[in-house]
C-alpha cells in the first residue's frame, strides 16, 4: 500500500448489498478444471449485508464481524484474515488505487452464512465498491465487475443487483429487465453447507446414476416471463435447482422444511443455490408475512423478503 500522510484523517464509507436467490439453476457436468457449468436466473432480494470501511493509517487490512439480531453467529466459523472474501476484495482494491490507505472493514451479517444466499459474496461487492470511494479510485462499474468476477462467481451479481441471467461459471451475466416484485419467505438453518460439498455430493449422485449430463446454455425462457409479469402461479411450476438433491442427501431435513411450508401455504419451496437455505415463493407481501408468522410458530428462522432490489450501493460516507 501507499505510504500515508503526516497528517491522517479517517473516513469511513459504508456501503450494502444484496443477498440472492437462484430461481432456477441447471448445472452441468463436473469439467476437467473442477468446476461446474451453470445456467442460473439470480434474484437480488431485500436481505442485505453492509461493510463500514474506515482509513487507518496502519497500513493494513483488518476485518471485524457484527451480526444483526435476526442472524445466530455462535460457532459459524467465520475467518477474519486474508481468506475472508472481503479481505480479499480490499486487497485487490488497493493494488489497483493510487491513494490506497490501510483499512478497517466492518462487516454486519444479516445474510445466512454458508447459507447459499451469496452473503460473503455481498460482503465482497460491498468491499470494493467501498474502498472505490474510500480511495478515489475512481473505477467504473465495468471495471468493478472485472475486478469482482476474480473474487468469485456471484460476486458480480451482488455488485449489480436486479435480475439477471448468469451463463458459464455464473459470473457471465445478462442483465434481465424485471420490474414486476416477488414475495418470498427465507428459511434459514442453524448449520452451513459449504457449496464446493454441495457439488461434490451432486457429483457423486450423478455418478452413481450413470447419469448423461449436457452442458447448460440457456435458461428456460418461462422463468423471465414468469418474473417479468409478476406471475407467482406461473413462476412456481418452473422453480429449479439441480443443487437441492445433493443438499438434501447432505442435510436430510429440508425435505420436511420443504413440506412443512408448502403444507402452511406456500406456491412451492425451493433450496436456495447450495442451501441449507429455503426459499418459498408467496402470492403477495401479506401472505409471505403470515406463512414467515406460520413458520416460526413451528420454531424455525424465518422472514419475509421480495425481489428484485438494487446491487451494491454507498449509503453513507463520513470523515471522522
Known amino acids: 500500500m501507499n505510504a500515508v500522510r503526516e497528517r491522517f484523517a479517517a473516513r469511513t464509507v ?9 430461481v432456477s439453476l441447471d448445472v452441468g457436468p463436473l469439467r476437467p478444471d473442477g468446476y461446474h457449468s451453470v445456467a442460473s436466473v439470480y434474484l437480488a ?10 482509513s487507518t493509517d496502519t497500513g493494513e487490512i483488518t476485518v471485524s464481524i457484527s451480526n ?3 442472524l445466530e453467529l455462535d460457532g459459524v466459523d467465520i475467518p477474519l484474515d486474508h481468506r475472508n472474501l472481503a479481505y480479499k476484495a480490499a486487497a485487490i482494491m488497493a493494488d489497483v488505487s493510487e491513494h490506497s490507505t490501510g483499512v478497517h472493514l ?12 451469496g452473503g460473503g459474496s455481498a460482503d465482497a461487492a460491498a468491499t470494493l465498491l467501498a474502498c472505490d470511494a474510500l480511495w478515489n479510485s475512481g473505477l467504473s462499474r465495468d471495471e468493478l465487475a472485472h475486478l469482482a468476477a476474480e473474487l468469485g462467481a456471484d460476486v458480480p451479481f451482488a455488485l449489480l443487483g436486479g435480475t439477471a441471467v448468469g451463463l458459464g461459471l455464473g459470473d457471465d451475466l445478462s442483465p434481465a429487465l424485471v420490474k414486476a416484485q416477488t414475495d418470498w419467505v ?12 454441495v457439488y461434490r455430493a451432486l457429483d457423486r449422485l450423478r455418478v452413481a446414476e450413470g447419469a448423461a449430463i449436457e452442458e447448460p446454455t440457456a435458461v428456460d425462457p418461462m422463468i423471465l416471463q414468469a418474473l417479468r409479469g409478476g406471475d407467482a402461479d406461473a413462476l412456481s411450476r418452473v422453480l429449479v435447482n439441480d443443487l437441492q438433491r445433493a443438499s438434501i442427501e447432505l442435510a436430510p431435513g429440508l425435505r420436511d422444511t420443504l413440506g412443512l411450508g ?14 441449507p437455505t429455503v426459499a418459498f415463493l408467496a402470492h403477495n407481501p401479506a401472505a409471505a408475512e403470515g406463512l414467515a408468522d406460520d413458520l416460526r ?3 424455525f428462522d424465518a422472514m419475509a423478503v421480495h425481489g428484485p432490489v438494487h446491487g451494491a450501493r454507498i449509503i453513507s460516507d463520513t470523515l471522522l
Open 14 to 22: 459504508r456501503v450494502k448489498a444484496p443477498g440472492k436467490v437462484n
Open 68 to 70: 444483526a439480531s435476526t
Open 45 to 54: 432480494v431485500s436481505l442485505y449485508e453492509e461493510v463500514a470501511a474506515t
Open 186 to 197: 427465507l428459511v434459514t438453518a442453524d448449520f452451513g453447507l459449504p457449496t464446493p460439498e
Open 106 to 117: 466492518e462487516i454486519t451479517k444479516r445474510v445466512p452464512v454458508a447459507g447459499g444466499m
Open 297 to 299: 410458530h413451528h420454531s
Open 262 to 275: 408448502e403444507s402452511l401455504g406456500a406456491i412451492a419451496g425451493i433450496v436456495s443455490g447450495s442451501g
